[in-house]
Nanobody
Framework: QVQLVESGGGLVQAGGSLRLSCAVSGRALGVYDMALAWFRQAPGKEREFVAAISWHGGTTNYADSVKGRFTISRDHAKNMVYLQMNSLKPEDTAVYYC????????????????WGQGTQVTVSS
C-alpha cells in the first residue's frame, strides 16, 4: 500500500507559478516500478490527467493543455514527486491530486489505485 500526501497549493495571479509536492510512502517502495501522476478536478468537471512520471526511469507524459508550462519530476532520495506550474491560467484552477499505479503510466483516473487528499490551486485573472 502506498500513501500519498500533497502540498503546495494556493492562490496565485494569472501568469504566476506554483510548485506542488507529493510525499510518497509505503512498504516496498521502489522495489517495483510505478507511475506517479497528477490529476486535477475543477467544480462540475470530471477529473482529468495532467502529467505523469515513471518512478524508476523518469519518463514523463503531459496533457496537451499543460505542455510547455508544467514540469513533473521526482526525487528518489526524498520520496517526493513535484509539479512545477508556470504561466498559470485561470482555467488551471482546480483541486490537484497525486496518484499512483503499478507499472507504466495511464491517462485515466480509473487506472490508478492510490490517491492523495488533494490540494486546491486557484488562479485569479
Amino acid at each position: 500500500q502506498v500513501q500519498l500526501v500533497e502540498s503546495g497549493g494556493g492562490l496565485v495571479q494569472a501568469g504566476g507559478s506554483l510548485r506542488l509536492s507529493c510525499a510518497v510512502s509505503g512498504r516496498a517502495l521502489g522495489v517495483y516500478d510505478m507511475a506517479l501522476a497528477w490529476f486535477r478536478q475543477a467544480p462540475g468537471k470530471e477529473r482529468e490527467f495532467v502529467a505523469a512520471i515513471s518512478w524508476h526511469g523518469g519518463t514523463t507524459n503531459y496533457a496537451d493543455s499543460v505542455k510547455g508550462r508544467f514540469t513533473i519530476s521526482r526525487d528518489h532520495a526524498k520520496n517526493m514527486v513535484y509539479l512545477q506550474m508556470n504561466s498559470l491560467k485561470p482555467e488551471d484552477t482546480a483541486v490537484y491530486y497525486c496518484a499512483r499505479r503499478g507499472g507504466t503510466f495511464g491517462l485515466r483516473s480509473q487506472e490508478y489505485d492510490s490517491w492523495g487528499q488533494g490540494t486546491q490551486v486557484t488562479v485569479s485573472s
